[in-house]
């Protein structure tokens, strides 16, 4: 799996680019199932179809785009950006990015070294004051750079120290890796589940891919991934959750009660670790919108726990990928399905 | 040129050995004799065409950088700038730890868990961990040590000239007196690579009393000012407008005339020059002037972006009128000494 997630941590899919990184998961998967396409969105879509007995379907879910930086204006032969979804602008200075333009271009964000300020004027740089330097005039800029090019952090995948890993866009990269492991592991047996895996786009904008993928595919019901805070130097237990502890299962208005239930169950019939991640409201997640896509879509949500989210420098524990794909595979093959209630008054 | 190598060797200032190592390895077959000095100091010696007159050029080896000055009972690793470094260009790096280069990041915690206030506030470095994936402190203090030295994990980049990387302050001047090295000297020459000057000019002090020159160049990688036009701080110097030429600094005033001689060595050759804007930091010809009774001292610099930030920008157009400027100004030093 480590290997699985270092490709997908250094593609590049800031939301709305994310053609790299789909192309990356197509290549991976198309061997390994039994039908993979590319959706009129952008989402990839595979599916390992039921033997025997056919139950109905699942999709299991993942976001597959990053957050990103895209270019709005030149200053001389400087490029401005805005962000594509939410990052702390203090960890801009330094980065070494790169630009899609006419090619692929290395830059550094810079902002006005120190020395030349006043002390007053030393405090956090708004974006208005940072800029892009890639090291050229600015008649080559023009040349190679335009307005709406994604930008990327130009960071590789790196083990720290055994299982635990840092990389760029582990957000939501763990998640699918998680997928990719699944498909790949389940490719000859025999379900009674259709199981899609689906890589969608624009979670961190508006979960386009999510609702537009839930419509087509209408499943049974629906498992999604994705990440939630480690706890780290300055973030406690009271608001994150510890590495090595298993996945989180998600509870709360956006999740199928049913679908928690069984879940738990399943992993203590199993004995994966797992802990109860209460969200109690919005997930912030897929989750939200495919809920309520078409008639309603049962949905349950399985969070890995990353530190860092949203930087450069995420770092999250491979035991805790291992367990999430443990739990889903022996949920696949011990599921029944989500029953829906129905009285009939005149019965 | 050797910025690639250089650039991505780890010497923060007090632990330049492995730099040390790289220059004397690839300047054996070129020089006459190395020393070393307590400090560190390494001194290439160069028998010139004469004898009787002595030239030194600096250029320094150490880069800014960290040191670890604890371990927390989760693992987490507290550290110190080594050297000039504001906290800010800090955040959400990657950095190499000591001799069993353990790789870490300074974490910072997501943005969703900040308050508004805490992003619009500058991190101090006491309020910084680094998180190399240790799970408690017996395990971090088996592979990380108290007092070992951390810099940034920054692989160096070059395309179409444009250089990108960490130190070129000074690992580009220690790339020009590596190239050089090759050359005929008119006088004796002590190709002089430094220890300690980001924490205070310190192997400096000691080499200009132990070479004492007639006449010494200090080569270094110095910060540009060419940002954008909004903010009026000058426009100087700038990449691509070749090397920069010290008038003054916070360390030392240059003599007219040896100022007027790089002028006159640079437009008789065609290279193009400017002037580094006056009054702002130090190099190591701040101490080496005054050793001894005096050395007549000036500074040359390549312009680098970013300079003390985990990735400089650099041209190699830039570098190379330095390098040419320098060696054209050896040819005919005997005008100043």
Same mark, same amino acid.
């Given at each position: 799996?480590?290997? =699985?997630?270092?490709?997908?941590?250094?593609?590049?899919?800031?939301?709305?680019?994310?053609?790299?990184?789909?192309?990356?998961?197509?290549?991976?998967?198309?061997?390994?199932?039994?039908?993979?396409?590319?959706?009129?969105?952008?989402?990839?879509?595979?599916?390992?179809?039921?033997?025997?007995?056919?139950?109905?379907?699942?999709?299991?879910?993942?976001?597959?785009?990053? =957050?990103?930086? =895209?270019?709005?204006?030149?200053?001389?032969?400087? =490029?401005?950006?805005?962000?594509?979804?939410?990052?702390?602008?203090?960890?801009?200075?330094?980065?070494?990015?790169?630009?899609?333009?006419?090619?692929?271009?290395?830059?550094?964000?810079?902002?006005?070294?120190?020395?030349?300020?006043?002390?007053?004027?030393?405090?956090?740089?708004?974006?208005?004051? +940072?800029?892009?330097?890639?090291?050229?005039?600015?008649?080559?800029?023009?040349?190679?750079?335009?307005?709406?090019?994604?930008?990327?952090?130009?960071?590789?995948?790196?083990?720290?120290?055994?299982?635990?890993?840092?990389?760029?866009?582990?957000?939501?990269?763990?998640?699918?890796?998680?997928?990719?492991?699944?498909?790949?592991?389940?490719?000859?047996?025999?379900?009674?589940?259709?199981?899609?895996?689906?890589?969608?786009?624009?979670?961190?904008?508006?979960? +386009?891919?999510?609702?537009?993928?839930?419509?087509?595919?209408?499943?049974?019901?629906?498992?999604?991934?994705?990440?939630?805070?480690?706890?780290?130097?300055?973030?406690?237990?009271?608001?994150?959750?510890?590495?090595?502890?298993?996945?989180?299962?998600?509870?709360?208005?956006?999740?199928?009660?049913?679908?928690?239930?069984?879940?738990?169950?399943?992993?203590?019939?199993?004995?994966?670790?797992?802990?109860?991640?209460?969200?109690?409201?919005?997930?912030?997640?897929?989750?939200?919108?495919?809920?309520?896509?078409?008639?309603?879509?049962?949905?349950?949500?399985?969070?890995?726990?990353?530190?860092?989210?949203?930087?450069?420098?995420?770092?999250?524990?491979?035991?805790?990928?291992?367990?999430?794909?443990?739990?889903?595979?022996?949920?696949?093959?011990?599921?029944?399905?989500?029953?829906?209630?129905?009285?009939?008054?005149?019965? | 040129?050797?910025?690639?190598?250089?650039?991505?060797?780890?010497?923060?200032?007090?632990?330049?050995?492995?730099?040390?190592?790289?220059?004397?390895?690839?300047?054996?077959?070129?020089?006459?004799?190395?020393?070393?000095?307590?400090?560190?100091?390494?001194?290439?010696?160069?028998?010139?065409?004469?004898?009787?007159?002595?030239?030194?050029?600096?250029?320094?080896?150490?880069?800014?950088?960290?040191?670890?000055?604890?371990?927390?009972?989760?693992?987490?690793?507290?550290?110190?700038?080594?050297?000039?470094?504001?906290?800010?260009?800090?955040?959400?790096?990657?950095?190499?730890?000591?001799?069993?280069?353990?790789?870490?990041?300074?974490?910072?915690?997501?943005?969703?868990?900040?308050?508004?206030?805490?992003?619009?506030?500058?991190?101090?470095?006491?309020?910084?961990?680094?998180?190399?994936?240790?799970?408690?402190?017996?395990?971090?203090?088996?592979?990380?040590?108290?007092?070992?030295?951390?810099?940034?994990?920054?692989?160096?980049?070059?395309?179409?000239?444009?250089?990108?990387?960490?130190?070129?302050?000074?690992?580009?001047?220690?790339?020009?007196?590596?190239?050089?090295?090759?050359?005929?000297?008119?006088?004796?020459?002590?190709?002089?690579?430094?220890?300690?000057?980001?924490?205070?000019?310190?192997?400096?002090?000691?080499?200009?009393?132990?070479?004492?020159?007639?006449?010494?160049?200090?080569?270094?990688?110095?910060?540009?000012?060419?940002?954008?036009?909004?903010?009026?701080?000058?426009?100087?110097?700038?990449?691509?407008?070749?090397?920069?030429?010290?008038?003054?600094?916070?360390?030392?005033?240059?003599?007219?005339?040896?100022?007027?001689?790089?002028?006159?060595?640079?437009?008789?050759?065609?290279?193009?020059?400017?002037?580094?804007?006056?009054?702002?930091?130090?190099?190591?010809?701040?101490?080496?002037?005054?050793?001894?009774?005096?050395?007549?001292?000036?500074? +040359?610099?390549?312009?680098?972006?970013?300079?003390?930030?985990?990735?400089?920008?650099?041209?190699?157009?830039?570098?190379?009128?330095?390098?040419?400027?320098?060696?054209?100004?050896?040819?005919?030093?005997?005008?100043?000494?």
């Amino acid at each position: 799996m480590k290997e =699985i997630l270092e490709k997908l941590s250094n593609a590049a899919g800031p939301s709305g680019f994310e053609e790299n990184v789909s192309s990356v998961l197509f290549e991976m998967l198309k061997e390994k199932v039994d039908e993979i396409k590319k959706d009129k969105v952008g989402n990839v879509i595979a599916l390992k179809k039921a033997k025997g007995e056919r139950k109905g379907s699942v999709m299991l879910t993942a976001h597959l785009d990053e =957050i990103g930086m =895209i270019v709005t204006a030149f200053d001389g032969s400087y =490029i401005k950006f805005e962000t594509l979804g939410g990052w702390d602008n203090r960890i801009f200075i330094g980065q070494k990015v790169i630009i899609f333009g006419k090619k692929v271009l290395k830059g550094v964000v810079g902002a006005i070294p120190p020395h030349y300020l006043r002390d007053k004027e030393k405090k956090v740089p708004s974006l208005e004051e +940072l800029f892009i330097d890639i090291g050229m005039n600015e008649k080559d800029v023009k040349k190679y750079v335009r307005i709406g090019d994604p930008i990327y952090i130009d960071t590789t995948f790196k083990v720290l120290n055994g299982d635990i890993v840092t990389g760029k866009a582990l957000d939501n990269r763990a998640s699918c890796a998680v997928i990719c492991s699944i498909l790949m592991n389940i490719k000859n047996e025999e379900l009674k589940w259709d199981v899609y895996g689906v890589f969608t786009i624009q979670e961190e904008s508006t979960s +386009l891919g999510a609702y537009t993928s839930a419509f087509k595919i209408k499943p049974d019901f629906a498992i999604v991934l994705d990440v939630t805070h480690a706890t780290s130097f300055g973030v406690g237990e009271d608001r994150a959750y510890p590495f090595n502890k298993g996945p989180g299962i998600a509870i709360g208005p956006n999740i199928h009660n049913g679908l928690f239930n069984e879940l738990k169950e399943t992993a203590k019939r199993n004995e994966i670790p797992y802990f109860i991640e209460p969200i109690p409201g919005q997930t912030g997640t897929d989750a939200s919108a495919i809920q309520v896509v078409d008639e309603g879509i049962p949905t349950a949500l399985l969070s890995v726990p990353i530190r860092y989210m949203h930087t450069p420098t995420e770092v999250l524990h491979m035991n805790d990928l291992k367990r999430t794909e443990r739990l889903i595979i022996s949920f696949l093959r011990e599921f029944d399905g989500v029953k829906e209630e129905v009285i009939d008054v005149h019965k | 040129m050797f910025i690639n190598e250089l650039s991505n060797i780890n010497g923060v200032s007090g632990n330049e050995d492995e730099v040390r190592k790289f220059i004397i390895d690839k300047l054996k077959k070129l020089v006459d004799k190395f020393e070393i000095d307590s400090m560190g100091n390494l001194y290439a010696f160069k028998k010139g065409k004469k004898s009787g007159k002595k030239i030194m050029l600096a250029a320094h080896m150490d880069e800014v950088g960290f040191m670890v000055t604890g371990i927390e009972q989760s693992g987490d690793i507290r550290f110190r700038p080594v050297g000039g470094i504001e906290p800010l260009t800090c955040l959400s790096k990657r950095v190499i730890i000591g001799k069993n280069k353990i790789s870490g990041v300074i974490g910072v915690k997501a943005t969703h868990l900040n308050t508004i206030e805490e992003e619009k506030s500058v991190p101090k470095f006491e309020s910084l961990r680094i998180d190399a994936g240790f799970s408690s402190k017996e395990e971090a203090s088996s592979k990380v040590n108290l007092g070992d030295y951390i810099a940034f994990d920054t692989e160096y980049y070059e395309e179409n000239g444009i250089c990108t990387g960490k130190g070129f302050d000074d690992r580009a001047g220690c790339s020009i007196l590596m190239d050089i090295a090759g050359m005929d000297f008119p006088y004796d020459t002590y190709l002089t690579f430094t220890v300690q000057e980001e924490v205070g000019l310190r192997g400096a002090r000691i080499a200009g009393n132990r070479v004492f020159p007639d006449i010494c160049i200090v080569v270094e990688g110095t910060g540009a000012g060419d940002f954008p036009s909004k903010r009026d701080i000058g426009s100087y110097p700038s990449l691509g407008s070749g090397p920069v030429i010290t008038l003054l600094d916070r360390s030392l005033i240059v003599q007219k005339k040896l100022v007027d001689f790089l002028l006159n060595v640079a437009k008789d050759n065609r290279i193009p020059y400017q002037f580094k804007r006056p009054n702002i930091g130090a190099t190591d010809a701040g101490r080496i002037h005054i050793s001894k009774t005096g050395v007549p001292s000036m500074v +040359l610099a390549v312009p680098v972006r970013y300079i003390h930030s985990p990735c400089c920008i650099m041209l190699k157009r830039d570098y190379n009128n330095t390098l040419k400027l320098i060696e054209k100004g050896i040819e005919r030093i005997e005008e100043v000494i």
